[in-house]
């Protein structure tokens, strides 16, 4: 039986128009972000597709967090989404919030053969941490806990996840 690890949201980055926060687990050294990130810059294999990340997270800084910058993932109902948009073998998992909010999480590899994230355990667990954390931030913010703010998010930000 998995046990429950806590974690919070903090703040990662603030930009022009965006601010990029993460998730960060208890027992984790590194945030989820940072993981994805530690995973990949060393292998020559994926700098392209590290630069076309980097490309993107830049321009949403930039230009703000439309939906029309990210690829949607998981269901319709949530803001689960993927960067980026055009063709590579790296996919960024995140959560949209706002035009001015952005959650990054984790990610990983992608072959084109794969058509979803569910056929690989790791993508599968990215996107299914960041669509709990979807839910619970809605019960938050309507039960007043959680704050939205401009590009602020306030409030009870620790979480548990199974």
């Not at 993460?22 to 810059?41: C, G, M, Q």
């Not at 990610?107 to 941490?129: M, T």
Request: net charge neutral; aromatic share 12%.
């Amino acid at each position: 039986m998995k046990s429950e690890r806590k974690f919070h949201i903090e703040l990662y980055e603030e930009s022009d128009s965006v601010n990029f926060y993460t998730i960060h687990f208890e027992d984790e050294e590194n945030t989820e972000f940072d993981r994805f990130l530690l995973e990949f810059t060393t292998n020559p294999k994926f700098q392209k597709d590290l630069q076309i990340i980097a490309r993107w997270i830049d321009k949403i800084g930039e230009k703000g967090a439309s939906e029309n910058r990210f690829r949607p993932e998981s269901k319709m109902t949530d803001g689960v989404n993927a960067i980026p948009i055009e063709v590579s073998k790296l996919r960024l998992y995140c959560l949209r919030i706002s035009d001015s909010i952005l959650i990054l999480g984790n990610g990983g590899y992608k072959p084109k053969a794969q058509h979803n994230y569910n056929s690989d355990s790791k993508l599968n667990s990215c996107v299914d941490l960041l669509s709990k954390l979807d839910r619970y931030l809605k019960v938050r913010i309507a039960n007043g806990s959680i704050h939205i703010s401009g590009r602020t998010i306030s409030g009870n930000m620790t979480f548990y996840y199974k």
